[in-house]
């Protein structure tokens, strides 16, 4: 959660509509540097939605993607965790493609608007700087998969690498990926 104030409360929301019937799930938010008042209303809506059958938990990093998803998957407790953005970007298309798929369910898999199935509309000048960042990324660090998107990762495959992990910012995915790469665990995209 960053200067999320405009969309957080319809985002906890939607999270306790479509989770609240899958017990033991949980919502954590991590409030890492805002400074529009989304701190308070995390504590606001944590106190409102947590319950016995679905938590919603409330915590803070440093500012910086990558920090937070770090500190989210500290204290995740579920088998499962998701790491998305404050304004699920992607809606809940991500969770309904893992949850469709065959058990078992790959350790990683990745949400991806390059992937030749997703129905996210990008407009031109996104699409563009999103190739120039999968070409430079390719060069860089070998890396041929959308880094981009939301991420489902098992957690004991996240704690595994958790305490290799370093980046601060949007990188954050880049690395996730990288080293789940050099456990041997490629991810899967949807």
């Known amino acids: 959660v960053h200067n999320q104030i405009a969309e957080l409360r319809r985002t906890v929301r939607l999270l306790d509509e479509r989770l609240g019937h899958l017990p033991g799930s949980e919502i954590i938010l991590v409030e890492n540097g805002s400074s529009d008042g989304s701190g308070p209303l995390c504590l606001s809506l944590a106190a409102t939605f ?20 770090r500190r989210g998957m500290a204290i995740a407790g579920g088998d499962v965790i998701i790491l998305t953005a404050a304004d699920l970007p992607f ?8 949850l469709g798929m065959d058990d078992p369910r790959p350790p990683l898999v990745i949400g991806s608007k390059s992937h ?4 996210i509309e990008t407009p031109f000048l996104r699409r563009t700087m999103t190739s120039g960042f999968s070409l430079l990324r390719a060069a860089l660090v070998g890396l ?17 690498i958790l305490p290799r992990l370093q980046r601060r910012d949007y990188l954050g995915g880049v690395e996730v990926i990288a080293w789940e790469l050099r456990e041997g665990v490629p991810p899967e995209a949807l």
């Open 50 to 69: 947590d319950s016995d059958d679905f938590g919603v938990h409330v915590t803070t990093s440093a500012k910086g993607l990558g920090f937070a998803w």
């Open 91 to 98: 809606g809940f298309t991500d969770l309904d493609g893992f």
């Open 116 to 119: 030749p199935d997703s129905q």
């Open 144 to 160: 041929d998969v959308d880094t981009q998107g939301s991420m489902i990762i098992n957690r004991s495959l996240a704690l595994s």
